[in-house]
C-alpha cells in the first residue's frame, strides 16, 4: 500500500526520534540522549488531587465538549505570568492552549508553509520542530548558532539574500541542543529584521523558566510591534509532560486562523486536564515548585560540567549553559558522532547520546552531540561522563575544533 502513502509521508523520516527512545529505554544504558525532566521531581500527588478537586467542584459539565481555544481561567493566568515572566503584555484571548508544544510547532507550520516554502532554522536546532516541519516540505535556510544564540549578521545576510522567506523558528532560552540563550541585543535585532522583511518569527521557549544562573531576559516577543512573533512554552518541562498541555502567544489576526486549524485537527485540548493544571495553580505555588525543580537541575548540570572537565579530552568542546537542558559536544573535525555512538560508544561504553546530524536541516554537521543532564542523579551524570570520556580518551586524536554550518539552502 505504500504507493498510496502522500509525499510529505514518505520522505518524513522520524527514526532518529525512534532511535533516541529506544537508547533511553534501553536498561543497560546510561542515557544522556532524551530531553527527559526528572520524574521524581513531577508534583504527582498535588496532581492527583487537583484532577479530584477539579472533577468534583466542576461536576458532569467538565466532561462535556468545550472551548477549542481552551479553558478561560486558565489562559488568563498565563496571561498574567506572560506579562510578569516574559515581559510580555497579553490577554486570555490571545492565548491558545495546545496539545503540548508540539501542537503548536505543528499548527504554525501548517498555517504558514506550503510546499517549497522559505524558512530559516537555527544549525542545530530542536529535532523535533525539524520533524514537524519536514511534513510540510518547506525549503530550509540554516543559520548557525554560537554562544550568543543565532548568528544575527548570518541571518541579515540570508534575509537579504532570499526575501522569500516566510518564518524564523528559534529556541531563544536556554537552546535546544546546545543550551545556549540569546541576548536581548540579538533578540531586538531579530524582530527589526522580521520587520524589514515581512516574516514572522516563532520563538519557541519550553526552558524559559528552568534558570540557574545570571538574569532572565525579556522573551522575542517582548520586541514585537508589528504582531510578527508567535510565543510558545509549555507544561511539560515544569510540571510533567504526560499533561500534554503547552500554550501558544499569537496577533488575533493569527490567533483566529490558529484556532480553526486546531478545530479541525483535534476540536480541543482535553479539558479535564484543563481544569486539573488550573486547580493546580490555584492551590499551588507553581514559581516555589520551578525553584525546587531548578535547584536539582542546578546540581545535575553542575555535575555534568565538573565530570567533562575532569575526564574529557582537551581537544573536545562543550558549552556550559545558565539552565535548560543539554549541553552541546563539539569533537574534532573528521569524527562522525553516530558511527562513534553505534560502533564504539554504546557497545563499550553503554552510554547514549544524541548525535548532531539529525539536529541539522542540513544533515551536513556530524562531529557534535547533545547531552541531557536533567533526567539523571548526580552519581549517574558522573559514571557515565567518565566511561564516555575514557573512552573519547581513545578514540580523539589531537585536530581543531569545527565551527557551525554557515546558512545552508536545503
Known amino acids: 500500500m505504500k504507493e498510496l502513502l502522500a509525499q510529505r509521508v514518505l520522505t518524513n523520516d522520524t527514526s532518529d526520534l525512534d532511535e533516541i527512545f529506544k537508547n533511553s529505554a534501553n536498561p543497560a544504558n546510561i542515557s544522556f540522549a532524551g530531553g527527559f525532566p526528572d520524574q521524581h521531581l513531577f508534583p504527582a500527588a498535588e496532581l492527583q488531587q487537583a484532577y479530584r478537586d477539579a472533577i468534583e467542584t466542576t461536576g458532569p459539565s467538565l466532561f462535556q465538549y468545550a472551548s477549542t481555544q481552551g479553558l478561560p481561567a486558565l ?6 505570568r506572560m506579562r510578569s515572566h516574559a515581559s510580555v503584555d497579553v490577554t486570555a484571548d490571545d492565548i491558545l492552549l495546545t496539545q503540548g508544544g508540539q ?9 504558514l508553509l506550503n510546499h517549497g516554502d522559505a ?8 529535532m523535533g520542530a525539524l520533524a514537524a516541519f ?21 541571518l541579515r545576510q540570508t534575509l537579504k539574500a532570499h526575501p522569500e522567506i516566510k518564518l524564523i523558528y528559534t529556541v531563544p532560552d536556554f537552546h535546544n541542543p546546545t543550551g545556549t540563550t540569546l541576548s536581548a541585543k540579538r533578540r531586538q535585532a531579530m524582530v527589526a529584521l522580521a520587520n524589514q522583511y515581512n516574516v514572522i518569527i516563532l520563538e519557541d521557549s519550553p526552558y524559559r523558566d528552568l534558570r540557574y544562573s545570571g538574569q532572565a531576559l525579556p522573551a522575542i516577543k517582548h ?32 490567533m483566529t486562523q490558529l484556532i480553526g486549524l486546531k478545530s479541525a485537527i483535534d476540536v480541543q485540548s482535553p479539558n ?23 535547584q536539582a537541575y542546578r546540581e545535575k548540570r553542575d555535575a555534568m560540567l565538573s565530570a567533562l572537565d575532569r575526564y574529557f579530552p582537551k581537544n573536545v ?23 562513534l555512538l553505534t560502533d564504539v560508544v554504546l557497545p563499550q561504553a553503554h552510554v547514549a547520546y544524541v548525535p548532531a546530524a539529525c539536529q541539522f536541516a542540513s544533515r551536513q554537521v556530524k562531529n557534535a552531540f547533545r547531552l541531557n543532564f536533567t533526567s539523571l542523579d548526580p552519581v549517574t551524570i558522573t559514571r557515565g561522563i567518565q566511561q564516555l570520556g575514557q573512552l573519547l580518551q581513545t578514540q580523539v586524536t589531537p585536530k581543531p575544533t569545527a565551527t557551525w554550518t554557515p546558512a545552508i539552502q536545503l
Open 134 to 154: 519536514d511534513t510540510y516540505e518547506p525549503t530550509y535556510y540554516e543559520v548557525p548558532v554560537d554562544n550568543h544564540g543565532m548568528d544575527i549578521k548570518v
Open 119 to 126: 524558512m530559516v532554522v537555527e544549525g542545530p536546532t530542536y
Open 223 to 254: 520586541y514585537d510591534t508589528e504582531g510578527r512573533v508567535i510565543f510558545i512554552s509549555s507544561f511539560s518541562k515544569i510540571l510533567s509532560p504526560a499533561l500534554r498541555t503547552g500554550w501558544l502567544v499569537a496577533s488575533p489576526t493569527l
Open 317 to 339: 568542546t562543550y558549552t556550559r549553559p545558565n539552565g535548560g537542558f543539554f549541553i552541546w559536544v563539539t569533537l574534532p573535525t573528521g569524527i562522525d558522532a553516530q558511527q
Open 272 to 294: 479535564i486536564t484543563l481544569a486539573a493544571i488550573n486547580t493546580y495553580l490555584d492551590q499551588h505555588d507553581i514559581d516555589q515548585h520551578i525553584a525546587t525543580i531548578n
Open 75 to 80: 489562559r488568563q493566568k498565563l496571561a498574567d
Open 103 to 111: 501542537q503548536a510547532i505543528d499548527l504554525v507550520a501548517k498555517l
